[in-house]
């Protein structure tokens, strides 16, 4: 492999080389290498080929050792530049950690210090994408290891089956980054395995997708919140109980009864029913005891009110759940965060239940906002957590997967974070989250914790079952345009017009 050496490993007051870092001292001038914190770089050994990452630098020249010194020579009115020469005697001295080392058998934990007065030399693309665990070809390309022009393509099993999450402040680039995940699954052909989509859009920030002018639009499905219909006759007395939480046991083993006479009586026959037929049924049993039917009556009334009830399901999700396509649902218009949650635990029973069956392809499921609706609170203040927790546990044995996409990790389920196994982290100041990620998060060290604070706009670290190490992305440019923005200024003028 085709190497470039850069620098000797020294021996440095930190007790260094030593199995968890070495110093080396860069013997190429700044004008022939420019030596990056992030980069990664190789280092010969009798077993093979340590590969490290940079984590810090600094320059050192013993001739601005000593304080005293220098500031005796510049009061004088002359520099030590002018008298010693300084300049030839100014050295990089960089920092590394190794991430393990390349033997003949595979990639080695490290157990031994490299030597003093190795070479530290640039590793190949081909050593990087082995090491990474990146695909060559076949893979989903979120953006490149700038410092390596190197891809980063990500197997698409390793980081959607056991479910991801995209993780970011507001304004650091979630929304665009989910879009670049878009795009590259539904560029992807059949031979390389596609997967239906679904994705609930809380702002709208993704009908665009849709639009006339995209290159997606034929595979882009928007479908208003305002439309969308749950298939009453679909419903279990369980499901009815997790929309209203204040029914009881006792009424919903009474509505069990109700409901598994109506599949008798017409779902066998191919009829369906609404909820104003199951008030009906209700009011016309005698054997209930009266209170605990005028209470289930009066919770059947309230959810028959939301309008999302009818008797047919809108849109009919078998027939719109296909290989290389995707569903938005557009949840702008909604204010009433139970409505949306009711919508998503409806629609992710479904997909779930069909999954189970295999009616319908294997399923990525992208949650905009998902502390909404997945939030680390009790049941009956998350109407759609259960499901949620449910696919989290079970989805990937059915091929059911999750894209959890928050701007406030710490109000998201542990329970669910915690079954994400890649983590897709932006930009993030908050301590508290930064401490929830830091304990959630595998893979994820000291250091590149504390480098999450100062990445630009669309930066990320990809971290967990995706990749085998920790890796620093600056994420593509999309393909598709962006929402236009309006300024605070611009809006009021426009309004005031």
């Not at 990525?364 to 909404?372: C, M, N």
């Not at 998350?382 to 059911?400: H, L, M, V």
């Not at 982290?425 to 989250?433: A, F, K, S, V, W």
Request: net charge neutral; proline share 4%.
């Amino acid at each position: 492999m085709s190497k470039k050496n850069i620098g000797t490993v020294i021996v440095d007051e930190d007790n260094s080389p030593n199995p968890e870092q070495f110093s080396f001292v860069l013997t190429k001038t700044e004008e022939e290498f420019q030596l990056q914190k992030g980069m990664y770089v190789v280092v010969p050994t009798e077993d093979g080929e340590v590969l490290a990452s940079v984590i810090e630098l600094f320059k050192t020249n013993r001739y601005f050792s000593s304080p005293s010194a220098v500031r005796a020579y510049e009061t004088s009115g002359k520099t030590l530049a002018s008298i010693f020469p300084a300049d030839r005697w100014e050295h990089i001295i960089a920092k590394a950690k190794p991430l393990g080392i390349i033997t003949e058998i595979g990639i080695q934990r490290l157990l031994f210090p490299v030597s003093p007065g190795e070479n530290v030399s640039i590793p190949d693309n081909d050593t990087l994408i082995q090491f990474l665990g990146l695909e060559k070809d076949n893979g989903l390309n979120l953006g490149m290891i700038e410092q390596h022009d190197l891809t980063v393509k990500l197997n698409l099993t390793k980081f959607l089956q056991k479910h991801a999450a995209i993780l970011a402040i507001s304004g650091a680039g979630k929304s665009y980054t989910v879009s670049v995940l878009l795009e590259e699954l539904l560029s992807r052909k059949a031979e390389q395995g596609r997967v239906a989509i679904v994705l609930f859009d809380v702002h709208g920030e993704y009908k665009g997708m849709g639009d006339d002018k995209s290159p997606y639009k034929k595979y882009v499905n928007v479908f208003p919140g305002g439309l969308i219909q749950f298939a009453t006759s679909s419903m279990s007395a369980r499901q009815f109980s997790i929309y209203e939480p204040q029914i009881t046991t006792v009424q919903t083993r009474d509505l069990s009864k109700i409901l598994s006479q109506f599949y008798k009586d017409k779902v066998k026959q191919g009829e369906t029913y609404v909820i104003g037929d199951i008030i009906e049924a209700l009011e016309k049993d005698e054997q209930l005891n009266p209170r605990s039917r005028e209470a289930l009556i009066g919770w059947l009334y309230t959810l028959n009110n939301t309008r999302l009830f009818g008797s047919a399901e809108n849109p009919d999700l078998k027939s719109i759940l296909k290989p290389g396509k995707i569903t938005i649902f557009d949840l702008s218009d909604f204010t009433s965060i139970k409505l949306k949650q009711m919508l998503v635990s409806y629609i992710l029973f479904r997909i779930f239940d069909m999954r189970k069956k295999n009616e319908v392809p294997p399923t990525t499921i992208i949650l905009e906002e998902a502390h909404q609706f997945v939030p680390e609170a009790r049941l009956d203040q998350a109407i759609s957590r259960s499901i949620i927790e449910t696919i989290a546990r079970e989805g990937r044995k059915f091929f059911t997967s999750l894209v959890l996409v928050s701007q406030r990790p710490v109000k998201l389920s542990t329970t669910v974070l915690s079954q994400c196994n890649t983590h897709v982290i932006m930009r993030i100041l908050n301590p508290y989250d930064l401490d929830y990620i830091g304990r959630s998060s595998e893979g994820i060290d000291r250091s590149t914790m504390n480098s999450i604070t100062s990445l630009g706009v669309g930066e990320a670290i990809i971290v967990g079952n995706a990749v085998n190490h920790p890796i620093f992305v600056k994420v593509r440019k999309r393909k598709t345009s962006t929402l236009e923005t309006q300024t605070l200024e611009e809006s009021a003028k426009n309004f005031d017009s």
